[in-house]
């Protein structure tokens, strides 16, 4: 695997899934590393399975500028830089952050075609009970997929 893609968030799945994104990387020795940051919205759950792809551009676009925007940009940057420090602590090299922002399914798979990535890791936080009604990010991301993926499932 030369290029691999690992989508973080600020979840606490994520942080304690992040021991095992280290290690795998770590053994596998990618040339690349794209850690992925998808910003949500309050209430990002029912916003993400309300909103299509325009009404979602169109957000965004009304929200560039604003301190609610710089509020989001700057969580980012604070997640991506911690999950970026934890990989070169490992000695992990050439990590490229990206920060999108949509649907995360589909940000996820967008961003891995773009960035010609040849596998994606990403943390699943279990059993869920509102999976039925908004669905799972990991479960859409294996299911639409065309190249590997590996999900990390976190301790309930």
Do not use: W
């Not at 030369?2 to 992040?18: H, M, P, R, S, V």
């Not at 301190?67 to 990590?95: F, M, V």
């Not at 949509?102 to 075609?113: M, N, Q, V």
């Not at 009970?129 to 299911?143: D, L, P, Q, W, Y």
């Amino acid at each position: 695997m030369k290029k691999i893609l690992i989508a973080a968030d600020e979840t606490k799945g994520t942080k304690e899934a992040f021991e095992t994104f280290g290690n795998i990387c770590a053994s596998l020795h990618p040339e690349s590393v794209v850690l992925l940051y998808v910003e949500a919205f309050e209430g990002r759950s029912l916003v993400n399975e309300m909103l299509g792809d325009v009404e979602m551009t169109t957000l965004m676009e009304s929200l560039a500028g604003t301190e609610y925007k710089e509020a989001l940009d700057k969580k980012a940057d604070k997640i991506l830089n911690y999950y970026k420090q934890a990989l070169e602590d490992k000695g992990i090299t050439g990590i490229k952050t990206v920060v999108k922002a949509g649907h995360p399914a589909d940000e996820i798979l967008e961003t891995a075609d773009k960035e010609g990535v040849d596998m994606i890791i990403i943390g699943s936080r279990g059993a869920r009970t509102t999976h039925a009604f908004m669905g799972s990010v990991s479960r859409e991301v294996v299911n639409r997929c065309e190249i590997p993926v590996l999900v990390v499932k976190i301790k309930q």
